[in-house]
C-alpha cells in the first residue's frame, strides 16, 4: 500500500505547494508522485530528493487534460488500490480530483490543512474561512482523496531517490475531454514573489481607487517586499488576479504582513492569518483585521503610507 | 441555448455560522440569502442566453427555506427554477450534491451548466468539476472572461501564473469567477415579476439519486484564534511606529 501524490508539472518543474505535500506523504511511507507533464531528469531528482519512491509521468493529452488524467487514474487505483490519493490545492488538481472522485465515487476533501495516517485517514480541514477546524475520517472502501491547502506543510528534502518510473500515456477522454487550449499566457507579477518573499505589503478598498495602488508599490520597493490584494480589488479591476490573498487567492505565510486599507473579512483572513506578524492601517477603529494585528495603526493610509516609504527609503 | 445555472441559498456570512453541536451539522435558517458569488453565473448566463436567444433556468440543492435567495435570483432574469428540496439529502457532501445538480440538470436538458468556483459557506470547490464528470461533458473551470465564438465557447480560463485561452463546444459545464463580469442589479420589474416565476421542486426519489456518504465527521474544534496586539491611533507618528515594528522583526 502506498501514498500518491498527484503533481500538475510546471515550466519550472513540480512547484512549491506539490513538494510540501510530497514531502507530508514520504513521511508516512511508500510514496509514488504522479506526474503531468515531461519529466526530465532534473524533475525526476527533484520528486526523488522530496521522497517519491516512484513517478508514474503521465504524457499526451492536448486540451483541459483533467478528464483523461481522471480516468488513467481510476484504471491505476482499479490495480494498485493505493491508500491515499494527495493533491495540492491549485486550479488543475481541482479539476483532477473532483473529476476522479465523481468517476470512481469516492468522496474528496477539500481544504485540508493537516492529514494524520492511520486507519480510515483524519483529515483536517478549515470551515467558516478558517475559525473552526473539523476532522474527517473516510469509512468506505478505497483511497483517500484529499485537497490540501498550499502552506500546510514544509516542503522538505529527505536525499532519496526515484527507484521506478513508469509512463502512462493519457487516453481519448471523447466529449469530456474535448475542450482545446489555443493559448496561455503569463501574467506573474514580477519582482518579489507571494509565495516566497518575507514582507507582503496588500491593499484593500481603503485605498480608494486603482490609482492609490501605487503606494502599496512605494512602500513595496524599499522593503523588497511582495505585493498583494483582497478580493474587492481584483473584482473591482484595480490589480491582476495572480496578486489576490485570500481562500480564492494564495494562502501566504511571509515574516511580516502589513495589510493596508484592508477590513479584514473572513475571506481573505484564511489567505494570511498564518503570517507570523500582521501589521494593520484602517481608518475605521472597528475593522475585524485589528483583531488579528499584532500591530494596528488607526489613520488614513494615504497619509501613512507615503511617510512610511520615504523613512524606508533613506533607512 | 439552454442553459442552466446552479446557484445557492446560505445563511448571511455576516453572521458566523453555527454547527448543531450534536450532529456538527451547519444550522440552516429559514431566511437564506443567494450567495454572492451566485450572481456572476447568473450574470454570465443571461449574457449568452441573450446573445443566443437562449432561456435560463436556475438550479438549486437545499432547504427552501422562505426563497428569498432564489427569488432574488430570478429578479436578475432568469426564466423559472428547478428546487430539489428534500430532507434526506441533508448534510449531503460535494460528491452527492454534484450527483444531484447533474440529475436535475439531465432531467431539464441543457446545452450549458453555469456555476460559481465555489460556495461562500462550503467552499470545497470541486462541484462543477463533479458534476462535469457526471454529466460527460468538458469542465470549463475558473473562466474569467466568456464569449461566443460561433456556436463555441471561448474562455479565459485563470491559471496559477497567467491565463489559458480555452475553446470549447457544448454541452459543457462552465464555473466562472467572481469579477468575471458585472452583475446586473434586479430592477423593480424584476422584482415583480420573479414572484410569479414558476418554481419547481423536486425531491431526490424524483431523480432517482440518494446520498451516499463515504466520510464521517469525527470533531469540529474552534481553530486557534490569534491573539490582537497593540492598536494606536495615527497621531502623524504612525509610520515610525511600522518603521519600529519592522526593525523588531529584522525585515530591514
Known amino acids: 500500500m502506498s501514498v500518491w501524490v498527484f503533481i500538475e508539472g510546471t515550466d519550472s518543474g513540480p512547484g512549491e505547494s506539490a513538494l510540501e505535500v510530497l514531502s507530508k506523504a514520504a513521511s508516512h511511507g511508500e510514496t509514488v508522485a504522479i506526474y503531468l507533464g515531461e519529466a526530465s531528469e532534473q524533475v525526476l531528482a527533484e520528486l526523488g ?30 490495480q494498485e488500490s493505493p491508500e491515499a490519493v494527495l493533491f495540492a490545492q491549485t486550479y488543475a488538481s481541482r479539476d483532477v480530483a473532483g473529476r476522479l472522485a465523481a468517476r470512481i465515487n469516492r468522496p474528496v476533501i477539500s481544504n485540508a490543512v493537516d492529514v494524520a495516517f492511520e486507519s480510515g485517514y483524519r483529515v483536517t480541514s478549515e470551515l467558516f474561512g478558517g475559525t473552526k477546524l473539523v476532522e474527517t475520517s473516510f469509512t468506505a472502501q478505497g483511497p483517500a482523496l484529499v485537497l490540501v491547502r498550499p502552506k500546510s506543510f514544509a516542503a522538505e528534502p529527505r536525499g532519496g531517490t526515484v527507484g521506478r518510473v513508469e509512463e502512462h500515456r493519457l487516453p481519448e ?15 506573474q507579477s514580477e519582482g518579489p514573489q507571494l509565495s516566497s518573499a518575507k514582507v507582503i505589503i496588500s491593499g484593500g478598498r481603503g ?7 501605487s503606494l502599496i508599490e512605494e512602500v513595496a520597493e524599499p522593503l523588497g517586499a511582495a505585493t498583494g490584494a483582497t478580493r474587492a480589488i481584483v473584482d473591482a479591476g484595480w490589480v491582476p488576479y495572480s496578486k489576490q490573498v485570500g481562500q480564492t487567492g494564495k494562502t501566504v505565510k511571509p515574516e511580516v504582513y502589513i495589510a493596508c486599507g484592508v477590513s479584514g473579512a473572513m475571506q481573505h483572513l484564511v489567505g494570511m492569518k498564518d ?22 495603526i488607526v489613520g488614513d493610509v494615504h497619509n501613512v503610507l507615503p511617510k512610511l516609504a520615504e523613512v524606508l527609503r533613506e533607512h | 441555448m439552454r442553459i442552466v445555472v446552479c446557484v445557492k441559498q446560505i445563511p448571511d456570512p455576516a453572521t458566523p455560522g453555527k454547527l448543531d453541536s450534536e450532529t456538527n451539522r451547519l444550522i440552516r435558517p429559514a431566511e437564506q440569502i443567494l450567495d454572492d458569488t451566485d450572481r456572476y453565473g447568473i450574470e454570465v448566463g443571461l449574457n449568452l442566453a441573450e446573445q443566443t436567444d437562449g432561456t435560463v433556468c436556475l438550479l438549486s440543492m437545499g432547504p427552501s427555506g422562505t426563497m428569498q435567495g432564489i427569488r432574488q435570483a430570478l429578479a436578475m432574469g432568469a426564466d423559472q427554477a428547478v428546487m430539489v428540496d428534500d430532507p434526506s439529502l441533508e448534510d449531503s457532501d460535494a460528491l452527492t450534491t454534484a450527483r444531484v445538480l447533474a440529475a436535475a440538470a439531465r432531467r431539464q436538458g441543457f446545452d450549458l451548466v453555469v456555476t460559481g468556483v465555489e460556495s461562500t459557506d462550503g467552499y470545497s470547490g470541486v462541484v462543477p468539476q463533479m458534476i462535469a464528470e457526471f454529466l ?15 456556436a463555441d465557447l471561448r474562455i479565459e480560463r485563470q491559471t496559477a501564473s497567467g491565463f489559458d485561452d480555452v475553446r470549447s463546444g457544448t454541452p459543457a459545464v462552465l464555473s466562472v469567477t467572481a469579477g468575471a463580469v458585472e452583475p446586473r442589479y434586479p430592477t423593480f420589474r ?34 486557534p484564534e490569534r491573539q490582537g496586539g497593540e492598536v494606536v491611533e495615527d497621531d502623524g507618528t504612525g509610520h515610525l511606529r511600522i518603521v519600529e515594528f519592522l526593525e523588531s522583526a529584522k525585515v530591514i
Open chain 2, 136 to 150: 460527460e461533458v468538458p469542465a470549463l473551470t475558473f473562466a474569467r472572461r466568456v464569449e461566443m465564438d460561433g
Open chain 1, 49 to 78: 530528493r522530496y521522497g517519491a519512491s516512484a513517478v508514474y509521468v503521465l504524457t499526451g493529452g492536448g486540451g483541459l487534460p483533467a478528464a483523461a488524467v481522471s480516468i488513467t487514474l481510476a484504471g491505476l487505483i482499479e
Open chain 1, 173 to 187: 477522454a471523447g466529449h469530456a475531454g474535448s475542450a482545446q487550449v489555443l493559448g496561455s499566457k503569463v501574467e
Open chain 1, 275 to 296: 503570517s507570523k506578524r500582521i501589521v494593520a492601517i484602517n481608518k475605521d477603529p472597528e475593522a475585524p483585521i485589528f483583531s488579528v494585528a499584532d500591530l494596528g
Open chain 2, 190 to 223: 424584476g422584482i415583480m415579476a420573479a414572484k410569479n416565476k414558476p418554481i419547481e421542486t423536486m425531491t431526490a426519489a424524483d431523480l432517482g439519486v440518494a446520498q451516499t456518504s463515504g466520510q464521517r465527521v469525527v470533531s469540529v474544534e474552534p481553530a
Open chain 1, 207 to 213: 485605498l480608494g481607487g486603482a490609482e492609490a495602488y
